[in-house]
C-alpha cells in the first residue's frame, strides 16, 4: 500500500495515519486486489473516539475502475451499515454515487511550517493531558467550579504530523483563549519534529483567521469528513 500515499505529504498525512501508525487493535485494513504483493487501492475501518459504533472509514480508491471501487467498499462496509468517512476531494462523486450520504462537512487543510509560527506567552495555558495524548487548556471559574472554558488536543500524531482540535466555551470566545491553546500545542509538537495541522470548514472564519494568525497557510488540500451508509 505505501507506493499509494506519501508520508511526508500533508496530503496523505491523515490517511497514512490511520493506515500505517493506528493501534493495530483498531484498525482494519481492506486492500485490492486482496492479498496482491502491489494494491491499487484501500480503505482502513478504524475504532476512534468520534463514535463507539460507527468506524471511520479513510482511503484511496483506484478511482479509474468504479467497479473495482464499489467492491472495495462494499468490503469495508457492508450494506445498510454506517460510518464516518474522511473522503479527497477527487472521490467524493465516486463515494456519493456508492453510498448514501447523512451529513457532509468541507474542510480546508492548513499546515504550519517552523518559520512561520509565531508563538504566544500565555500565562493563562496549562497541560492537561488525555489518553497519552498532549493537551492544553485555559481553565476559568465557571458556576463556581474551575472549568476548561478552551482546550486544544490532537485528533490523531503521526511520525511527521498532528492535527489540531481545538474547543472553545462560546461564552468565552473571542478572549485570544482558543489562539493561546493552539498555539501552545503547535509549539510542542514542532519541538517534537512534527508539523501541526489544522482542518477547518471554509465557512468558519474565525477559526481560520485564528489559524493565519498564528502563521498557519492553505496547503489547498481539499477533504469531506462525511457521514455515509453503503447502499444495498
Known sequence: MRHLVDEWSAADAMVAYYAFHHGADKTYLVTSPPAAERAEGFVTISRTGIDLFRPLL???????????????????????????????????????????????????????????????????????????????????????????????????LSPRFGEIAVRTRPEYRQKGFGRGVVATLAEYLLAHGRVPLYAVNPSNAPSIYLAESLGFVDTAVREWMLEVRMRG
Open 58 to 156: 479513510t482511503m484511496r480508491l483506484p478511482i479509474h475502475d468504479l467497479a473495482q471501487s464499489r467492491e472495495l467498499l462494499m468490503q469495508a462496509l457492508p450494506p445498510g451499515q454506517e460510518a464516518f468517512a474522511a473522503v479527497p476531494e477527487s472521490h467524493l462523486p465516486l463515494v456519493r454515487a456508492l453510498c448514501e450520504i447523512q451529513s457532509e462537512e468541507p474542510l480546508n487543510l492548513y499546515a504550519l511550517p517552523a518559520e512561520r509560527f509565531k508563538p504566544l506567552i500565555n500565562v493563562l495555558v496549562t497541560r492537561e493531558d488525555e489518553h497519552e495524548m498532549p493537551r492544553f487548556v485555559v481553565k476559568q471559574v465557571v458556576n463556581g467550579q474551575r472549568t476548561a472554558v478552551a482546550a486544544a488536543g490532537l485528533n490523531w
